[in-house]
């Protein structure tokens, strides 16, 4: 029972003491969601949010910038590639800061950042929501509807892990 009294808070609705992180009073059903919590609590919130979700944040937003810097790297022409070769390594230099510039912005939590994201995934997954009906028209769908279903769970994931990180 260690700090059965910090960790406790009040219904609004009918005042009855709950435990804090509760988010519906179990005795009147009233939401709890605007209601301050304890210290202790949201302490422990915070230690929890540390989870999963936390570390792919992490990895996906130093994704994003490994992307910028290999493009940007392609763009002066250390990395081969088709772009320097057909003259847009300017492009491609510039697409890669901007991708590295939104990776720096992840990992630095930025609300811009998660909000461009946001998005970028939006689109992504509306434009592959558009592409299946022309994926079953292909003569051999599974490699492209593979890719699609990936580039679909990345752009889900990335919603779901700024929607969990961006909120703390
Ligand atoms: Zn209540």
Redesign the pocket.
Known sequence: MRGATVTTIQ?P??H?NLPGWVNQ?Q??G?SLSGVQRPAAVVQQRKAQGRAWEEYVYYILAAIWLLQGLYQIAQGIGWVPSVWYAIGGGSFIGIWGAIHAFIGIGLLTEATWAQFIVKILSWLTLGVSVINIPWLLMEKDPLVPALFLAFNMGVAILQLYVIHKVGDA
Do not use: G, R, T, V
Request: aromatic share 12%; charged share 0%.
């Open positions: 219904c609705s009918c009855q009073c005795f009147c009233a």
